[in-house]
């Protein structure tokens, strides 16, 4: 009897770019899809290849040789080659809930082209794997998970084998690769060499494993097709006659773990233990700038264009899928572990920078294509111009909005659709050449300018909609004067002190909690790589509080903001904070504070420009709650995480490959809370922090969230909490010293009960989805038809209330006249029902999954999610 059947998979694992182009590694691809072609074509022996599991590869391929789409068909419809189901090979720790999702959406899409896509969720690299992943899959029809890294005895199973479960009780079939997915590469064919390398693999593989069905993943990066593997796989048959040897699909080694399911331990929770492989945890902050724009261009198209564009179709607008797509993909193929991770070469961040310019800039300019379109169709008021409002969220919103109008007129009068006058405060303005606001007016030879007013109203605008305002000129308008009060900023939640030292003292007038020192900055060393941080084995601490501040508040009509400006002499490089010889680098501060009447969100924008090397800068929010844990969001929930690792004390003599550091992610925000109270970080793009203690002791109480770091080196070795080799290679990247401006955004939000009781998760989704604005005028550089002038003045599609389920996502289906509303239930312990009001009447409700396939089981009330388990999404099609 065979002692184990080992599985041979040819497949190549392909990173598009990392320390090489992704222009370099297409000529490679080129040159390597004909060898898998002709291989394919003509050997019936040689009957399966992995294609890494991202459609994205083909379309870098097909950009060059369009005349093979043909015989990549009648591979993958013969089953031989096998594609999908990714578009791009996915993190998973950095990325929100809706990328993940559209990146397996477009990838099966992209599959039908050609034939069926692999039903795997295949990983093989992805530096950790989030708790949601399995509800994800299910929520594509898959029910298998194959990945390599993050897995350690901790998680409640020493087998390669497992049954995975998310909060929701979504399961999939799970195997580890736990020596990686290059196992098999570049196989020898004499028995010295084989023996070398797998006379050391087989014990490895074959004593967690449940079926003793071992994989051995015949492909690497970039890996060319392996011409010898049956003269291998002969040598392999005689020199371990106890073992079985075939070429197989994945497909087949999990058929053989369904076959023992019942004896399958179930684990749940995210995967993110560096004991056997790298995970990476601190990858989160390593090109700060990249990793900010990533997290706006998401926010953008899922929080604010898809709904916006869903309320445009709505009203009998085209909704643009085709652009739509296009941004996404850009950004997707900016998603792989490295490239999001940003390990790698300043030529490929480069790229990667670009991609999201492309993508942010299509999704502003359709955003603002969508609001123009709407309020273009509105019924004109003679003399008048229009402030429109776009509320994305689905309920009712009141609050301080900033926004810009452009009149020619001095002064001005803005009023509702029903002629009550509206206060304004002007905060700034300034004179506007006609010519940036449309050149068909100076060549008429119109020369009088414009004026350009950037005001603050607070107004309600109903629930994912829109409210219209009137704004007529050369008539004196309700203006807000602004009221003189004492040294702090004060509104019905809050009372701020701006202290001596330039942070915050902030009472919290619901709780009675005090939270001090708040925004207090600190600089340390960081010796680590692109990949991780690692701090100098002699570290020199600063503090911001240590150096000269100025600071300055102003009451602003409807919000005061206080400036606090400073400059941090720190040592210039790592060398230099080593031996304490200079403090000749700096990081100049120039922090905003914004606190608006009636909100419950403190605004903090902080421009730093960083002028050293080596170092970390984390701005620090100390807090009442000394917490064992920490929530804070991931993919369509939340995750339940320890301030502190125990295995912090034993971790090298445990043989960890890397320290399991208790710095983590958040998607939109993080929560310390006391159960009667608590504080929320609330964040812009900032993705990164660690609960670290106030004091010096063990109690942890304050927040350190990462700001930005600089290191100058792709990989390097022997980092005080990674040691050995170095992560990737050891190349100079002198652009991931984050030198110059940066900006950062991110909010506090103190709360009464706890975080699920407050609504801190839609908070969180209200904080990046700013009410938008339009203001039209009688002028555009760019012109449009116009039809018929038959819109609304105010409309809402919908309105749920901000209890209960969060929305994720509004969008027009991909393929039905319909529209895609897809919710979760924040909650990691309660099962909640919840449902949605829309303004029009329902002709169909039904669930889909995520993929859009309506599910056979339905029963539900129009309107209604039915019962939504802990951190559940659900996704519904409706008609009107």
Known sequence: MATSRVHITPHMHWDREWYFTTEESRILLVNNMEEILTRLESDPEYKFYVLDGQTAVLEDYF????????????????????????YSQTDTMQVAGESIVRNMMYGIRDCMNFGE?????????????????????????????????????????????????????????????????????YLPQDEEGLRARLDKYFPVLEKPSVTKDILLPNGHDQMPIQKDIFEVMDKLHEIYPNREFKMSRFEEVFERIEEVREQLDTVKGEF?????????????????????????????????????????????????????????????????????????????????????????????????????????????????????????????????INTTITIRAQEFKIFDEHGHEVEYYIQDQRVIDPGKIDRQIVHYGNYDPFVEYDIQIKHIVPAMGFTTLHIEGNTKGKVKVAEQKDYLMENEFYRINVNDNGTLTIFDKETEQTFDQVLRLEDGSDDGDEYDYSPSRKEWLLYSDEFKVETNIKHEGFQSVASIKLRMDVPDNLQAREERTNQDGYVDVDCQVVLKAGSRRIEVRMELDNQADDHRVRVLVPTPFVSETVVADNQFGLITRP???????????????????????????????????????????????????SKGNEEKDTFALTLLRGVGVLGKEELLLRPGRPSGIKIPTPDSQVRGKIVCNFTLSGFAGNHIEANVMAMARDNVTP??????????????????????????????????????????????????????????????????????????????????????????????????????????????
């Open 63 to 86: 950009a060059i040789m369009p005349e093979n789409e043909e015989r990549v068909r009648k591979q993958v419809q013969a089953g031989k080659l096998i594609i999908g189901p990714w």
């Open 117 to 185: 896509a692999m039903k795997i969720g295949y990983l093989p690299d992805s530096f950790s794997m989030s708790s949601q992943l399995p509800m994800i899959y299910n929520g594509f029809g898959i029910d298998r998970a194959m990945f390599w890294r993050g897995c350690s005895e901790r998680h409640g199973t020493n087998k390669t084998e497992f049954v995975w479960q998310s909060n929701d009780g979504s399961e999939v079939t799970a195997q580890v690769l736990p020596l990686g997915y290059a196992i098999g590469k």
């Open 272 to 400: 993110n233990d560096g004991k056997y492989m790298r995970v990476h945890r601190t990858i989160s902050s390593t090109r700060m700038d990249i990793k900010l724009i990533h997290a706006e261009v998401e926010n953008k198209i899922v929080n604010i264009l898809e709904p916006l564009a869903s309320i445009a179709w709505t009203l009998g607008f085209d909704y643009h899928h085709g652009l739509i797509e296009k941004m996404w993909k850009e950004s997707m193929k900016n998603h792989a572990h490295d490239s999001i991770g940003c390990c790698c070469s300043d030529k490929v961040h480069a790229e990667i920078l670009n991609r999201y310019i492309l993508a942010d800039d299509m999704a502003t300019n359709l955003i603002n294509f969508y609001k123009r379109k709407i309020v273009d169709h509105m019924p004109a008021r003679e003399g008048c111009d229009k402030l429109a409002m776009f509320n994305l969220s689905p309920y009712d919103r009141e609050e301080v």
């Open 643 to 693: 301030v502190n690792d125990p295995e912090m004390a034993n971790w090298e003599k445990d043989g960890w490959k890397e320290a399991p550091v208790p710095v983590y992610q958040l998607m939109n925000f993080a929560a310390l809370e006391s159960g009667q109270a608590g504080m929320a970080i609330m964040s812009n793009g900032l993705r990164e922090f660690e609960v670290i203690s």
């Open 771 to 880: 009410i938008q604005c339009y203001n039209k005028i009688p002028y555009n550089a760019m012109k449009l038809n116009v039809g018929e002038q038959n819109q609304p003045l105010t409309f809402s599609l919908l309105d749920k209330g901000t209890q209960g389920a969060v929305l994720s996502v509004l969008k027009k289906a991909e393929d039905e006249n319909a529209l895609i509303v897809r919710v979760y239930n924040p909650s990691e312990t309660e099962t909640i029902t919840d449902g949605i009001r829309f303004s029009r009447p329902i002709t169909e409700w039904v669930e889909t999954r995520m993929d859009e396939v309506v599910m056979e089981e339905q029963g539900y009330e129009a309107g209604q999610f039915g019962e939504l388990r802990p951190c559940q999404a659900k996704t519904f099609r409706v008609r009107f």
